[in-house]
């Protein structure tokens, strides 16, 4: 049981639904956890891809409206696909002062996205946060879980091309 | 508890504990402004335009969520307030487009009235606005979500009051919305189209189309009617401007639907301007249908008439009359027929329900629903078997979710999910046709555990013992092997159906003219029986018939062994009376069934035939070649209707008849609530009331009648109907009334067979053949045109509306 889907022009996808079945197995009949069974579909997917989340829908018989509505009300819920990098800019005091912008303009430049969006390769997901808490190497960026610190906009493109 | 009494705006009021603000100042005939706020929905103070100042308080608090309490002292008009009802106008305002000259909505939007009321002409505030485009995508209606102010009414009625759950809020913030998962269109959700959004829509976000344009609410005048669809007997706001019907909207003050409608009544009156309309008598003349005058047409008729009794004698002729009629018209019809000398007069009010019309008169004496629909809200389990309310009779699975939210068990019994299945705390997705066997165990772990009413059943039933052995021959194995529902979901829900003070059954499987249906009727009477679920209120067994007259036209007497009331043609003090009434003998033999007519091809002994409003060529879906060959051998064809029919175009003489909206009378609906519908516009060209034509042409046929209206015809009926004999159109104006109403001072019956059942005692009926009944997918099957949301029995009216385009599927 398994259905293909669309996700980005070029990539599609196998939503394997019986997975989606036994991840949410243990919440049949509880309709007020949705939001844990949600979790547990966007922890393996990735994101929460609609035959999946029509999948919970019919399983839980909770209208899908509901679920959508719960789904794009959280900011963890992500309804389109991510990269394997997730790239997070810091927009704090600090890295603004030093020349974020500037960095997150030529990140935009260099993958064709804007804040928000993923690359059609599923390589990059480009984010903004507040602050991540390390002023001192003001302006940084985070790329999974790895930090790089004052950057220039020039040492941006060999940085991105370390991650493949 | 005591009562608390509290002062708003000077003026000191008793209300009851647990009473908000918003309800204590509505007592006092205080207007405080609401958009969030709804009686049906749970309150959650989300707008805050019903702020008000409570003394002592330290901020204004939302009236509609704030309990009265005890020496309150509240102020809902002080200057505090109004400041903050500005404030939040002008943060409404300043992101909702002021396209009031245009806007459908203006005259009566809350948006607009409360500015205008505090003065609020532009917002203070500038910021970014919302440029989201329309939903266009429905025949039905246009949803421009730039206007929705989020209060969040259509969400609560499509989720929790008529369970389509099409639309939610969706995302947060700024572009916070309300619309289908995914942002798919309208069209292409679970939307049903019942239109009770766009009713509760407080400003002008959704727009039927049928009214774009169409009028101001200040040129519209309000007719009350009753939609003439389902045997409901919704009750309709006509919006009619220059003798056009441009809208409909529910009525809200009356018990059967409350304010609530389906597709059906919302969307489906567009018929009446269809230009398949008849708006002049047809005369045939060499196959070809010319226009003529009703002087012309109904000599003609006469002629005919005259000619056939001289020929073949009376029972040469025979009227068939629908359950679309009026009681004022099928009254006059039978008495026409019988004033001829003949009993051939029926309907097919009996073909189609047969089995529940006789499986009810086999275990209580008489058939009719046996309960109200109100009721439902407040029973304590339901049990559906073989039906899906939500699609054959959308008002009654309303009211199933109304009990659940109450607090009700549901058990829904059917091989494939039906619209109440998600809400169902026991859902038994039984083998197709096993539904006799399911509910047979059900009455077997009932009598094992002892859960019967056995009160009930030696005071007031019989046939027990026979019962309960038949019952007690199966296992729950077996049982649980038939249906393939397993030993404890059949138990959970036996005890479930057993334990509640009051349960209730509803089932369409006796609507259907599948004979095999009956063995569930009676299972299910055998159910209700065994457990004291009869004879009293929120209890019963709901077998809603189809069409919204059926009742009506049979309690009319339009059937060929019974007058008005189900008064015996046989018995001589029952003709006598009529014949005293009518100034005219009534043939003492029972006349001629509709089916066997049909049937009987070129044999037949009819030569005549008056049909009204009723399409026997494509009754129930498709063409019907022995009918067309009876029809066929007819020496004289009459079809009264509304359309030109593929029956009407086999007639002699076709006389143009008004549709609902055009014309004054009553309707019985499935809960024999009487009920008056009136005259909202003129009908076309020189079409008529179906009364009045019968009336008129009685006299062409020698027979002195005097009406001045529909209510002299409603008035002779009471008099020669007990179960009527109460009611006047006076009385009927508001709620109708129930029968029997037997007396000016009765006020009608809402729960049957209080103290003693029609044939005296309940009856018990073994009920052995465990798989001939048919299950409800099968039914759809069969009959299918009869339980479409869209459509009834016969679809001519809806297929020529713009519900016909509803797409049932999308989106499930």
């Known amino acids: ?98 020349g974020s912008p500037k960095i997150a303009e030529r990140i935009e430049d260099i993958l064709s996205i804007e804040s928000g969006e993923t690359t059609d390769d599923l390589r990059f997901t480009l984010e903004e946060v507040a602050c991540i808490g390390a002023c001192a190497l003001a302006p940084v960026i985070m790329i999974n879980e790895n930090p790089h610190g004052r950057l220039t906009p020039d040492k941006v493109k060999d940085i991105l091309d370390s991650y493949q | 508890m005591s009562a608390i009494e509290l002062t708003i705006d000077g003026k000191k009021i008793e209300v009851e504990p647990g009473t908000t ?155 916070a919305n309300v619309g289908p998962a995914f942002e798919d269109s309208i069209e292409d959700s679970t939307c049903v189209f019942c239109g009770l959004c766009i009713d509760s829509c407080p400003v002008g976000a959704l727009i039927p189309k049928y009214s774009l344009g169409k009028g101001r609410p200040w040129e519209i005048t309000k007719t009350r009617a009753v939609c003439p669809y389902c045997s409901i007997g919704c009750n309709v706001n006509l919006h009619v401007k220059a003798n ?61 008439i005259d000619e056939v009794k001289t020929r073949y004698g009376s029972d040469a002729i025979m009227g068939l009359c629908s359950p679309k009629t009026t009681n004022e018209e099928s009254y006059l019809f039978q008495k026409l027929i019988r004033s001829l000398g003949t009993n051939n007069v029926d309907s097919y009010t009996r073909h189609c329900h047969a089995p529940a019309v006789d499986g009810m008169m086999e275990a209580f004496g008489s058939a009719a629903m046996t309960n109200s629909i109100e009721e439902l809200s407040d029973t304590g389990a339901i049990l559906v078997v073989a039906a899906d309310p939500a699609e054959s009779h959308p008002v009654i699975s309303y009211r199933v979710r109304e009990a659940v939210r109450n607090g009700a068990q549901l058990i829904v019994a059917d091989p494939e999910p039906i619209g109440l299945t998600d809400l169902a705390q026991h859902y038994l997705p039984l083998y197709e046709g096993s539904a006799v066997a399911l509910v047979n165990a059900m009455a077997y772990i009932i009598i094992e555990e002892g859960l019967q009413d056995q009160a009930f059943i030696d005071k007031r039933t019989e046939g027990y013992a026979a019962f309960k052995a038949a019952v007690s021959k199966y296992s729950i194995q077996d049982a649980a092997e038939v249906t393939g529902i397993g030993e404890e979901e059949l138990r959970s829900a036996a005890r479930a159906y057993a334990g509640a003070e009051k349960a209730a059954i509803i089932s369409t499987v006796g609507a259907n003219y599948s004979a095999a249906g009956g063995g569930l009727v009676l299972a299910l009477a055998n159910l209700a029986l065994l457990t004291g679920n009869l004879g009293k209120e929120s209890a019963g067994l709901y077998l809603p018939y189809g069409e919204n007259n059926l009742q009506g036209v049979s309690d009319m007497g339009a059937l060929p062994a019974v007058l008005s009331g189900y008064q015996l043609v046989k018995e001589k003090a029952v003709r006598d009376k009529f014949s005293r009434s009518w100034k005219t003998e009534i043939n003492q033999n029972a006349g001629l069934s509709a ?213 049932r599927d999308s989106g499930r």
């Open chain 1, 1 to 98: 049981m398994s259905t293909v889907v669309e996700t980005r022009e070029a990539v599609t996808e196998e939503i394997d639904l019986s997975k989606v079945d036994s991840l949410i197995e243990p919440y049949l009949g509880k309709k007020e956890m949705v939001i844990p069974a949600l979790q547990k579909v966007q922890d393996h997917f990735g994101y929460l891809p609609r035959p999946a989340v029509e999948r919970v829908s019919k399983q839980m018989r909770i209208p899908l409206s509901r679920i959508y509505g719960v789904a794009t009300f959280y900011a963890q819920f992500k309804m389109k696909p991510r990269g394997r990098y997730i790239i997070r800019v810091c927009k704090g005091t600090a890295c603004h002062i030093q």
């Open chain 2, 21 to 175: 603000i918003l309800e204590a100042a509505r007592q006092l005939g205080i207007d405080i402004p609401t958009f969030c706020y709804d009686p049906e929905l749970p309150s959650n103070g989300a707008c805050r335009i019903c702020v008000v100042e409570v003394e002592k308080a330290r901020a204004l608090v939302a009236s509609c969520v704030a309990p009265a309490g005890s020496d309150m002292v509240v102020h809902t008009a002080s200057e505090r307030v109004i400041n903050a009802r500005r404030a939040i106008l002008s943060l409404l305002v300043a992101n909702h487009p002021l396209d009031c000259i245009t806007c459908e909505k203006t005259g009566e939007c809350k948006l607009q009235d409360y500015c205008y009321r505090y003065g609020v002409a532009d917002s203070e505030f500038s910021g970014e606005v919302k440029e989201l485009s329309d939903d266009d995508s429905n025949a039905f209606f246009v949803r421009d979500m730039n206007k929705c102010i989020l209060c969040g009414i259509c969400v609560g009625k499509c989720q929790d009051v008529i369970g389509a759950g099409a639309i939610d809020f969706t995302k947060r913030g700024f572009v």
């Open chain 2, 244 to 304: 056009e019907v441009i809208g409909v909207t529910p009525v809200e003050t009356n018990p059967v639907n409350r304010g609530h409608l389906c597709i059906k009544g919302k969307f489906g009156w567009d018929y009446l301007k269809s230009g398949d309309r008849l708006t002049r008598p047809l005369i045939k003349s060499n196959g070809v249908f010319l226009e003529v005058s009703w002087e012309e047409a109904l000599a003609l008729i006469a002629d005919n």
């Open chain 2, 595 to 807: 089916a066997e007519v049909f049937t009987s091809g070129e044999n037949s002994a009819i030569k005549a035939l008056y049909i009204l409003d009723e399409n026997p060529v494509t009754c129930i879906g498709e063409e019907n070649v022995e009918t067309v060959q009876f029809l066929a051998n007819l020496d004289f064809l009459i079809v009264q209707d509304i359309f030109m029919t593929e029956t009407a175009a086999l007639a002699d003489v076709i006389l143009p008849a008004a549709a609902f909206a055009e014309q004054e009378g009553t309707y019985t609906n499935t809960e024999r609530r009487v009920q008056l519908t009136r005259q909202a516009v003129n009908p076309p060209g020189e079409a008529f009331p179906g009364w009045a034509i019968i009336a008129e042409l009685a006299g062409w046929l020698g027979f002195e009648w005097i009406y001045d209206g529909p209510s002299d015809v409603f008035d002779e009926m009471t008099s020669l109907t007990p179960q009527y004999a109460g009611m006047s159109y006076e009385r009927l104006k508001t709620r109708g009334l129930q029968w029997p109403c037997p007396s000016e001072d009765h006020p009608g019956t809402a729960v049957l067979y209080e103290g003693r059942f029609s044939r005296g005692l309940g009856l018990f009926t073994v009920v052995d053949d465990q798989t001939a009944v048919p299950s409800r997918t099968e039914i759809s099957v069969s009959s299918a045109a009869a339980y479409h949301a869209c459509q009834c029995q016969s679809d001519s009216m809806s297929k020529r509306s713009v519900i016909n385009n509803f797409k």
